[in-house]
């Protein structure tokens, strides 16, 4: 597709309408549309089945050409899962998609990256050890019990920390908290992840009204228009953001879990951690319009959190993993799979994806070691 052929990528636009698209894109997904319809009859005994598994995945092909990278990647996870539920054959999709030429190749791309495996059958969502986008996800016993809570409801607000003491360069993994969480929303879609990442290059900047937008704007899809600072103090200028993301995130509907993640930085205003607070606070009441109804935040000062919150909080302390947990990580994976293994196979697994990240740096150590944990299993389990 030629740039001249791509629709304008005007967000503010995105939220309850559909984008212009250019004649030639639309005539592509209509061919495309049929092709999946009769693809899926032959699997759906009800041609209305069919249609309206179709339409879905014509949501996603309007949608690839209007929002950015993180929404495609958000509103694809939904939609996949979503077919999932619905029994729809992925390779039946898939074959279909793969038929619309030059377009479908593109889609195909994006279909390979996030959605190339399934996870494993009757496995609890939060016991699973690949994801269903086959990542793993190693040990953090602590995180699927504390995510329990929250799912449960018993629990609204996640705190995820590493232990004191640890080398900033050292990398446990909090972050990737976010992938549980996501695969979690994804199989079981009662709701929708949205997130943030600070990178700390300039916390100062990160005022409570761009924090805000980082959600409602970057990650939904909605007009933004935070209130700006009025001469007054940082909690009534956080009150006033706040109520303004709560009522623009209940505007787009659904059921959504937040997280902020790397707002542990002392250049921070401290009108933005007013805000977190304030977020907090409402959702642990869950009262009014609020449809932000868990909160999760990965590399925060938990002392920073108002104390009327606390018993809607739990908490996790990321450990560096070691040799034991990679051992453990593979005999539950495999007695998930009701593979036979012994002993001396799994010292062979961890030796194979241990000793080649002993002399990394620390900052990059644990992505090579999932990266080599993804590459074993993606022999032991080739698709």
Known sequence: MTTSDRPPHDRSTISGTMLPLPINYMD???VLRHRLIDHLSAYYDEPAKAKMAAENVGLLWVTLATLQVSSVRLLWENVFAAAERSGVADRL?????????????KIHDIWQKFASIKPVTNVPTLDAHQLWRRRCFINRKDLREQLAKLKDGSRRILVVNGPPGVPPPMKLGKTYTRELVQHLASVEAGFRVAYFGHTRRDGTSLTPDRLAEAIVVDELGAPGGAPKWEKESDEAWAKRVCTW???SVFAVRGSW????????????????????????????????????ERLILI?????????NVASDTTSETVQPITQDHLAAYFRELLTQRGEAFENAAIDSLVDNVW?????????HRLRTLADNVDRVLGKMFPQ
């Open 28 to 30: 592509t997904w209509h």
């Open 355 to 363: 000793t080649p990240t002993i002399k990394l740096h620390p900052e």
């Open 299 to 307: 590399d925060y000062p938990e002392d920073r959190l108002p104390p």
């Open 257 to 292: 879990w937040v997280i902020f993640d790397g707002l542990r930085d002392n250049d921070l205003p401290s009108a933005t951690h007013e805000l977190v607070g304030k977020l907090a606070e409402r959702v642990a009441r869950l009262t009014g319009n609020i449809n932000i």
């Open 245 to 247: 993301m709560v009522q």
């Open 93 to 105: 999709v898939r074959s279909a998609i793969t038929e619309a030429g030059t377009l479908g190749e």
